[in-house]
Structure formats: C-alpha cells, structure tokens
C-alpha cells in the first residue's frame, strides 16, 4: 500500500492492509469531529439518512480511490457517502462508539475487533452475507470471533523479501544466489554486506520477526491457546539473533532508518523482509531504485510469512445497516478490489481476481503466493498489548535471550486469553 516518507515506523505498521496492527479505525459520523471529510453525490445528501465512511489513509491516493467509489455507489443507489479520512483512527472510533454516533462503516483491524465485538459495538453483518466463498479463507477467519463474521476482508498484504538488484550486483551475486532457506539466507546476507550496507535488515518487531515464527512452524496463538515459548518459536527467535549477531542482518534502527523499507530505498541494505505496501514507497520515495521481489527462504517447517488485512467494520448503533452491507459488498466486489489494486496498491481478498492481479502486477507475485500459506497474527482481546510488550522486548533481541522473551510472551498471552 502506498506509503509517504513522513511516516513513521508505528505509522507504517498500520499500512498492512492494510497491515500489520491496526492502522485502522475510526469514527465520526454525527460526532462532531472537525474532519474534512469529502461528500459523495445521492439523492438524500444532507437528509440525514446518507452514510459515513471511516477510514484510515495511507495518503492521497488512497483516500481518493475510497471517495471515487464511494462516489460511484451513491450515484447508483441513491444513498450519499460522506468518505472521512481521519486524522487518529482508534480514537475517533472510540469516541463515536463511546457517543452513540459511530460512522455507519470504518476499516476495522484485526487487533481491535475483539475488543469492540465484546462491547457490543460492531454489528455481525457477515453471518447474513449468503455467498463468502470468493474471500480467501484465513482472512474471514481472521474477523470471525465465537462463530460471528464482523466484517468482509478488504485487501490482504504479506511479508516477503526485496532485493536491491544493484546492490546485488555490485556484491558480485547473481540469480542463482537468491536464497530459498534459512542457510542460504544467512550466506548470502553476510556475503552481500559490506561497511557501507547491511546485507538483510528489518524492523525489530513481531510484525517482522513474526514470518520466520511461521517458517519454524510456530505462531503465538495456536487454537486459542497461548504457545509463544514453543521449541519452534524459540529457534526462530535465535535464528534471527545469530543473523544480528553475525553482522548478517543489521536492524533498520541500527541503520538509522524509521522502518526497514527507508533503510532498503536509501541503500543501506541490500535485502529487507517487509509487506506489499513498501512498493508504493518506492515508487514514492525512490523511484530510481531497481530491485525484486522473491519469497521468504524456507524454514525448518518450509514456506512461512504473515499476512495483515482489515476489514470493513459496522457499527452496531448504525441505523442504515442494510444501506452500509450493500456499499461493503460493492467496495469488496472483485472489479472494484481491483480498482483499489490499481489506485494505491493493496492486494484483493478475493481470489477470483488473483490471476488478473497477477497479470498486472508480475513484479509482486511473490506476495500474493504468500497468502496461499500465510499465518494471522493473534487477534483475541487483549493480544495487542501482550504483542506490543513483546516488540519493546525485541528491540534487544540482538543483546538477550529468546527463551526469556518468549517466556515472558507466554506468561502474558496466558492471562489475556484466560
């Protein structure tokens, strides 16, 4: 998903999706928000019976392409859209459900939804959706909690690894050097690093670190029960340890960089394990940097990566809740997913399209093969925060031992699942 230069590590990690945790929400149909939002044509705007759409921009391009198509829908339906990008999504989310006046629809993000299914907020609307068979499977499930579908995917992002061709070059390296495994990646990585570049660098955080987790064969979560200091958790951990160690890999904040994609464009590393949404930076940002795309090496369990979505979520006080499901259903439709695909960059969550994406987007594949075996990150209440303690921790990977941190993750995932 496109991305600026002025965001932030935390702010890129929302862009996942749009993924990695919770770029998210927001709301503010009726509340007051001074929001510069952007109306949408329809014969009852300004009647009070239209809809607010929430959501959280990576940037123009993106809040442009939600405007045009919510544009598109009034015109046909008759029903206003008034498109909101906000400016703090979680909190203006929080506020419209604390004042009775959400926005009728919103992205919704994997990490939030538990919490405000809980309290009531979000309306179930998928459990009365008749036909979700084009949606890839994990993704429903990752917005389906005790049974309840609260909303239909809208985009899937996945993690794989970027190669600077030059750079690639420049280390004498060729085709058949593209590492396939956890061995190969540490020879080449050091064989691709100099005193001027890293040969792989990341961000320090699960949203990262998290694919090779899945590559062991492990995840934090497994069938809603805590196994965050699994034996294939812990040789993922220190795997990536040795790479630091090693001088293989250098962290992007070790490079002076906010997130690994501007450590990867201003060429301070060679190779960089990060999502989708950093093509949209580099063409941004750094337009005359060549590189490709290839999956991420084989673990001990084989293929494995993460994969970050958001939905689109429903407010339980919406009064215009058949009005918001049937705008979802034409924003989630497969010739407007594609739309968003060619907008500002997103993956379709329907795999109907899958083949026409690839066709247009050759250089990505490798992401969208991601999302055949790809892993959700935790998305029961309470495992955001047990995840963000866990980043903090992992900020001294290099310096401490796995086991601890995941024993402490363990102990955590414990008492919020239970």
Same mark, same amino acid.
Request: charged fraction near 20%; aromatic fraction near 8%.
């Given at each position: 998903?496109?991305?600026?230069?002025?965001?932030?590590?935390?702010?890129?990690?929302?862009?996942?999706?749009?993924?990695?945790?919770?770029? +998210?929400?927001? !709301?503010? %149909? /009726?509340? $007051?928000?001074?929001?510069?939002?952007? &109306? #949408? =044509? +329809?014969?009852? !705007?300004? %009647? /009070?019976? $239209?809809?607010?759409?929430?959501?959280? &921009? #990576? =940037?123009?391009?993106?809040?442009?392409?939600?405007?045009?198509?919510?544009?598109?829908?009034?015109? #046909?339906?008759?029903?206003?859209?008034?498109?909101?990008?906000?400016?703090?999504?979680?909190?203006?989310?929080?506020?419209?459900?604390?004042?009775?006046?959400?926005?009728?629809?919103?992205?919704?993000?994997?990490?939030?939804?538990?919490?405000?299914?809980?309290?009531?907020?979000?309306?179930?609307?998928?459990?009365?959706?008749?036909?979700?068979?084009?949606?890839?499977?994990?993704?429903?499930?990752?917005?389906?909690?005790?049974?309840?579908?609260?909303?239909?995917?809208?985009?899937?992002?996945?993690?794989?690894?970027?190669?600077?061709?030059?750079?690639?070059?420049?280390?004498?390296?060729?085709?058949?050097?593209?590492?396939?495994?956890?061995?190969?990646?540490?020879?080449?990585?050091?064989?691709?690093?100099?005193?001027?570049?890293?040969?792989?660098?990341?961000?320090?955080?699960?949203?990262?670190?998290?694919?090779?987790?899945?590559?062991?064969?492990?995840?934090?979560?497994?069938?809603?029960?805590?196994?965050?200091?699994?034996?294939?958790?812990?040789?993922?951990?220190?795997?990536?340890?040795?790479?630091?160690?090693?001088?293989?890999?250098?962290?992007?904040?070790?490079?002076?960089?906010?997130?690994?994609?501007?450590?990867?464009?201003?060429?301070?590393?060679?190779?960089?394990?990060?999502?989708?949404?950093?093509?949209?930076?580099?063409?941004?940002?750094?337009?005359?940097?060549?590189?490709?795309?290839?999956?991420?090496?084989?673990?001990?369990?084989?293929?494995?990566?993460?994969?970050?979505?958001?939905?689109?979520?429903?407010?339980?006080?919406?009064?215009?809740?058949?009005?918001?499901?049937?705008?979802?259903?034409?924003?989630?439709?497969?010739?407007?997913?594609?739309?968003?695909?060619?907008?500002?960059?997103?993956?379709?969550?329907?795999?109907?399209?899958?083949?026409?994406?690839?066709?247009?987007?050759?250089?990505?594949?490798?992401?969208?093969?991601?999302?055949?075996?790809?892993?959700?990150?935790?998305?029961?209440?309470?495992?955001?925060?047990?995840?963000?303690?866990?980043?903090?921790?992992?900020?001294?990977?290099?310096?401490?031992?796995?086991?601890?941190?995941?024993?402490?993750?363990?102990?955590?995932?414990?008492?919020?699942?239970?």
């Amino acid at each position: 998903m496109s991305t600026t230069r002025a965001l932030t590590r935390r702010r890129v990690l929302g862009l996942a999706a749009i993924p990695a945790f919770g770029l +998210g929400l927001a !709301a503010c %149909g /009726g509340s $007051g928000f001074d929001d510069g939002g952007s &109306s #949408s =044509g +329809g014969s009852d !705007a300004g %009647g /009070g019976k $239209g809809l607010t759409l929430l959501i959280g &921009s #990576s =940037g123009d391009a993106e809040s442009k392409a939600v405007q045009d198509a919510a544009a598109k829908w009034a015109e #046909s339906s008759g029903t206003a859209v008034e498109v909101i990008p906000a400016s703090d999504l979680n909190q203006q989310l929080a506020q419209g459900f604390a004042s009775g006046s959400p926005a009728d629809v919103f992205y919704l993000s994997t990490d939030a939804m538990a919490g405000y299914a809980a309290n009531g907020s979000l309306a179930p609307y998928g459990d009365d959706v008749e036909d979700t068979s084009d949606f890839r499977p994990a993704l429903l499930e990752a917005f389906t909690l005790d049974g309840h579908l609260y909303g239909l995917p809208k985009d899937v992002s996945t993690l794989a690894l970027l190669i600077n061709e030059d750079l690639w070059k420049e280390a004498g390296l060729t085709e058949d050097d593209v590492p396939t495994t956890w061995e190969e990646l540490a020879d080449v990585a050091s064989r691709a690093g100099s005193d001027k570049v890293a040969g792989l660098t990341m961000s320090t955080e699960y949203q990262r670190i998290g694919a090779f987790m899945a590559a062991a064969g492990g995840e934090l979560v497994t069938d809603g029960k805590a196994t965050a200091n699994s034996p294939e958790n812990i040789e993922a951990l220190e795997y990536v340890k040795s790479l630091a160690e090693s001088g293989a890999l250098k962290f992007s904040a070790d490079l002076g960089a906010g997130w690994g994609g501007e450590a990867f464009g201003s060429g301070s590393a060679v190779m960089v394990v990060e999502g989708n949404w950093i093509t949209g930076a580099m063409a941004n940002d750094y337009p005359d940097v060549k590189y490709k795309v290839v999956e991420l090496p084989d673990g001990p369990a084989g293929k494995g990566t993460l994969q970050f979505t958001n939905a689109w979520g429903v407010a339980a006080d919406s009064p215009n809740q058949a009005k918001a499901v049937e705008l979802i259903t034409f924003l989630t439709s497969p010739e407007q997913q594609m739309e968003f695909a060619r907008a500002f960059g997103p993956m379709p969550s329907v795999e109907s399209v899958s083949d026409e994406w690839a066709e247009e987007f050759p250089e990505q594949e490798a992401f969208l093969a991601g999302a055949d075996y790809a892993k959700n990150p935790p998305a029961q209440a309470g495992t955001a925060e047990v995840i963000a303690d866990l980043n903090a921790q992992l900020e001294t990977l290099a310096s401490s031992d796995p086991t601890a941190i995941l024993d402490s993750v363990q102990t955590n995932l414990e008492a919020a699942l239970g």
